[in-house]
């Protein structure tokens, strides 16, 4: 380890860094533009130059490794002069439109002006103008804005995994562009993050707010199970952006496009106020009227006629209410696996994802059955990206053939090419019994078939075989796409020894044995099944659900409520309220609750606290916030179904529409005219 002296400071540092992570970590602040802590080092924008010791000119400190017996100097004259000159050569053909620039108030280059830039500029010559670039319908362009800093360009290459962003012509005339082609990643929202200046913002947050203007609140992503922290920015009861904040082992500072563009599905579509059919037709009514209306019906059926289904996006204490409240009715009829996954709630480590996002980068090898991670956690997709450009990373892959953004070996379609593996007449077999952290990541695309829980079985079978399970390793994975789903599972929302699941409550509902539905968010059921019981949805949005609903009780949003949820690894995060839900809309526990006072017992809770402590009660895993627990893997029985030769399918269409609120954003719309029907715009689109 080096030691080095840093104004004055003699410091040791680990090897491999460079003077600029030296100089930060002996607490002195050096500008940058082009160098950002992920991506590789370019050296473009010259703005990070110190002083070094017999260096006969100031050095660019993200580019120079650190040496032993090195002398900087961070705050020297000729440093500072230095700064002030790359500033001035850095806004000779910036616009300085700083009062019509959404980056406005949270720009880098106009912070690094103001702190290092010089008070007047000696260049006389008219500015350089560019022309606008099309990049999709997320990403705004003010190209001359740029200051060819390449983040984007590196950012798409390295992170996303996609070569449409780059640099044209040399000197004085070179320009970002992207040949006039939408940027068509899953994480091209990136972009307008790791950009310094204006050039490339938000198009759908253009010209809205200012970043003063909002509340800021910390929260978790639902649209998918990685579980990626966020930031929601709020204007009175509108949010109007979504950004990611820091978490090293689930999002790093990424986020998904979905996860961030999806606010205006917040506010269309919504349901404000309870509604009740009358004579074939939805009419609104009080709360009083709604449930009694629910009283009359439920009062005369039995337990096992009643059944309920939790949706994907339910957060942990609506579902323990729900189960709660079924229980007090004397139903076992309830399913928060509305896919009809075929996991079993009995055994935590059978149906998470136990080596962790972050132990992917610890890995070796990897075998992924019947899933297409860049559609169905496009982070954890990001992550095996980043694993396999370290090198010595073999990825193996049965079901679609899909662009996964780095190289795998297709071994085949379905459950056959699984048991050649198990059996070892597979040339992958080989690969994970080399291996030293082997892992297999099982897909819902595998689960949510009818033979579900053989190919868990036949999965199971392959990481006992290869050791896939060791004293410090887990390499076992289910990759969930549900946000509820793991919650549920830890909570118990599985039927009981004589209740009925996702197909069976349908089936039940359609032959009249069940007689009534309640629907907690759950829109991705065949809800034609439905039409001959009484069917009470509790959700956000006017989807599926909501149209085939007997009664309706307005729910909150995840935005709108304090709510826990589990991600794919079995991290336990807390999502905060940011804005009040619209209308009469409430908390979804506080309408089961309320509820439960009308029909049957009263439950046991009053408040958020002691609704969180009987969770704990139910599993303690509630109260270990933010920790993932490492453990061994527990039996995997099949429940007698031979597996099938068909072909593994993803469960996930299209990835810009997967749940109500995705598919009332007129965004997501645009996003999937582009990139999923193919409706490229080119030239022709604009940056409006």
């Given at each position: 380890?080096?030691?080095?002296t840093?104004?004055?400071?003699?410091?040791?540092?680990?090897?491999?860094?460079t003077?600029?992570?030296?100089?930060?970590?002996?607490?002195?602040?050096?500008?940058?533009?082009?160098?950002?802590?992920?991506?590789s080092?370019?050296?473009?924008?010259r703005m990070?130059?110190?002083?070094m010791?017999?260096?006969?000119?100031?050095?660019?400190?993200?580019?120079?490794?650190v040496g032993?017996?090195?002398?900087?100097?961070?705050?020297?004259?000729v440093?500072?002069?230095?700064?002030?000159?790359?500033?001035?050569?850095?806004?000779?053909?910036?616009?300085l439109?700083?009062?019509i620039?959404?980056?406005?108030?949270?720009?880098?280059?106009q912070?690094?002006?103001?702190?290092?830039?010089?008070?007047?500029?000696?260049?006389k010559?008219?500015?350089?103008?560019?022309?606008?670039?099309y990049?999709?319908?997320l990403?705004?362009?003010?190209?001359?804005?740029?200051?060819?800093?390449?983040?984007?360009?590196?950012?798409?290459?390295?992170?996303?995994?996609?070569?449409?962003?780059?640099?044209?012509?040399?000197?004085?005339?070179?320009?970002?562009?992207?040949?006039?082609?939408?940027?068509?990643?899953?994480?091209?929202g990136?972009?307008?993050?790791?950009?310094?200046?204006?050039?490339?913002t938000?198009k759908?947050?253009?010209f809205?707010?200012?970043?003063w203007?909002?509340?800021?609140?910390?929260?978790?992503?639902?649209?998918?199970?990685?579980?990626?922290?966020?930031?929601?920015?709020?204007r009175?009861?509108?949010?109007?952006?979504?950004?990611?904040?820091?978490?090293?082992?689930?999002?790093?500072?990424?986020?998904?496009?979905?996860?961030?563009?999806?606010t205006?599905?917040?506010?269309?579509?919504?349901?404000?106020?309870?509604?009740?059919?009358?004579?074939?037709?939805?009419?609104?009514?009080?709360?009083?009227?709604?449930?009694?209306?629910?009283?009359?019906?439920?009062?005369f059926?039995?337990?096992?006629?009643?059944?309920?289904?939790?949706?994907?996006l339910?957060d942990?204490?609506?579902?323990?209410?729900?189960?709660?409240?079924?229980?007090?009715?004397?139903?076992?009829?309830?399913?928060?696996?509305?896919?009809?996954?075929?996991?079993n709630?009995?055994?935590?480590?059978?149906?998470?994802?136990n080596?962790?996002?972050?132990?992917?980068e610890?890995?070796?090898?990897?075998?992924l059955?019947?899933?297409?991670?860049?559609?169905?956690?496009?982070?954890?997709n990001?992550r095996?990206r980043?694993r396999f450009l370290?090198g010595?990373?073999?990825?193996g892959m049965?079901?679609?053939?899909?662009?996964?953004?780095?190289?795998?070996?297709?071994?085949?379609?379905?459950p056959d090419?699984?048991?050649?593996?198990?059996?070892?007449?597979?040339?992958?077999a080989?690969?994970?019994?080399?291996?030293?952290?082997?892992?297999?990541?099982?897909?819902?695309?595998?689960?949510?078939?009818?033979?579900?829980?053989?190919?868990?079985?036949e999965?199971?079978?392959?990481?006992?075989?290869?050791?896939?399970?060791?004293?410090?390793?887990n390499g076992?994975?289910?990759?969930?796409?549900?946000?509820?789903?793991?919650?549920?599972?830890d909570?118990?929302?599985?039927?009981?020894?004589?209740?009925?699941?996702v197909?069976?409550?349908?089936?039940?509902?359609?032959?009249?044995?069940v007689k009534?539905?309640?629907?907690?968010?759950?829109?991705?059921?065949?809800?034609?099944?439905?039409?001959?019981?009484?069917?009470?949805?509790?959700?956000?949005?006017?989807?599926?659900?909501?149209?085939?609903?007997?009664?309706?009780?307005?729910?909150?949003?995840?935005?709108?409520k304090?709510?826990?949820?589990?991600?794919?690894?079995?991290?336990?995060?807390?999502?905060?309220l940011?804005?009040?839900?619209?209308?009469?809309?409430?908390?979804?526990?506080?309408?089961?609750?309320?509820?439960?006072?009308q029909?049957?017992d009263?439950?046991?809770?009053?408040?958020?606290?002691?609704?969180?402590?009987?969770?704990?009660?139910v599993?303690?895993?509630?109260?270990?916030?933010?920790?993932?627990?490492?453990?061994g893997?527990?039996d995997?029985?099949?429940?007698?179904?031979?597996?099938?030769s068909?072909?593994?399918?993803?469960?996930?269409?299209?990835?810009?529409?997967?749940?109500?609120?995705?598919?009332?954003?007129?965004?997501?719309?645009?996003?999937?005219?582009?990139?999923?029907?193919g409706?490229?715009?080119?030239?022709?689109?604009?940056?409006?």
């Open positions: 380890m080096p030691k080095l840093i104004d004055g400071k003699e410091i040791e540092v680990a090897d491999g860094l003077v600029l992570q030296a100089c930060e970590l002996a607490g002195a602040e050096i500008p940058r533009f082009c160098y950002h802590e992920r991506l080092v370019a050296g473009n924008c990070c130059l110190v002083e010791e017999r260096a006969p000119k100031p050095i660019a400190s993200c580019a120079m490794p032993e017996g090195m002398v900087i100097k961070t705050d020297t004259e440093v500072q002069k230095a700064r002030k000159g790359v500033m001035e050569f850095l806004l000779i053909n910036h616009p439109d700083c009062p620039c959404d980056q406005g108030g949270e720009c880098d280059l912070d690094q002006a103001m702190a290092f830039g010089l008070d007047h500029g000696r260049y010559e008219s500015k350089r103008a560019v022309t606008e670039k990049m999709g319908p990403i705004k362009t003010i190209m001359t804005r740029c200051i060819q800093c390449t983040r984007c360009v590196r950012f798409s290459t390295e992170v996303a995994g996609i070569e449409e962003v780059g640099l044209l012509n040399r000197g004085g005339h070179v320009e970002i562009t992207t040949l006039e082609k939408a940027v068509n990643t899953e994480l091209s990136n972009l307008v993050d790791v950009c310094p200046v204006g050039a490339l938000s759908p947050y253009a809205n707010a200012r970043p203007e909002l509340k800021k609140v910390n929260s978790i992503d639902v649209m998918d199970a990685v579980g990626s922290n966020i930031r929601v920015d709020v009175g009861r509108e949010v109007l952006r979504v950004l990611p904040r820091i978490h090293e082992d689930v999002n790093e500072e990424w986020i998904t496009d979905k996860t961030r563009y999806i205006d599905g917040l506010s269309r579509q919504r349901i404000d106020r309870p509604y009740v059919r009358v004579d074939g037709k939805l009419k609104a009514a009080s709360w009083d009227e709604a449930f009694s209306d629910i009283k009359e019906k439920l009062s059926l039995k337990g096992n006629e009643i059944a309920a289904i939790a949706g994907d339910s942990a204490e609506s579902m323990l209410a729900l189960k709660d409240f079924m229980t007090n009715l004397g139903s076992e009829n309830i399913d928060c696996r509305q896919d009809g996954a075929k996991l709630a009995s055994d935590r480590s059978t149906y998470l994802f080596s962790s996002i972050a132990g992917i610890e890995a070796d090898a990897v075998l059955v019947g899933s297409n991670p860049r559609w169905e956690a496009a982070l954890i990001a095996l980043k370290e010595g990373f073999k990825v049965i079901g679609e053939a899909a662009d996964l953004t780095y190289e795998y070996d297709y071994l085949g379609a379905g090419t699984l048991k050649e593996v198990t059996s070892g007449k597979n040339v992958f080989k690969v994970l019994k080399d291996a030293k952290k082997p892992m297999i990541i099982v897909g819902m695309g595998a689960l949510t078939r009818t033979d579900g829980a053989a190919v868990l079985a999965a199971k079978a392959i990481a006992d075989k290869y050791g896939l399970v060791q004293d410090d390793w076992f994975n289910v990759l969930h796409t549900a946000a509820a789903r793991v919650a549920g599972l909570l118990g929302l599985v039927p009981g020894s004589k209740g009925k699941d197909a069976g409550i349908l089936e039940g509902a359609e032959n009249g044995s009534a539905v309640y629907l907690l968010g759950a829109d991705e059921v065949d809800t034609s099944k439905l039409k001959n019981a009484f069917v009470i949805y509790q959700g956000h949005h006017g989807d599926a659900g909501a149209s085939c609903a007997d009664v309706i009780l307005p729910g909150a949003a995840y935005t709108e304090n709510g826990t949820y589990v991600n794919t690894e079995g991290r336990v995060q807390l999502g905060r940011a804005a009040f839900p619209p209308g009469e809309a409430r908390e979804d526990w506080t309408i089961l609750r309320a509820l439960s006072e029909v049957g009263a439950l046991p809770y009053d408040n958020l606290g002691q609704l969180r402590q009987r969770m704990i009660e599993n303690p895993v509630f109260a270990a916030i933010d920790q993932v627990s490492t453990t893997l527990g995997i029985a099949g429940d007698g179904t031979k597996l099938s068909d072909p593994f399918k993803s469960n996930i269409e299209n990835f810009y529409m997967t749940d109500p609120i995705s598919r009332s954003s007129e965004t997501m719309s645009a996003c999937t005219e582009q990139f999923v029907l409706k490229e715009q080119g030239a022709t689109g604009t940056n409006g």
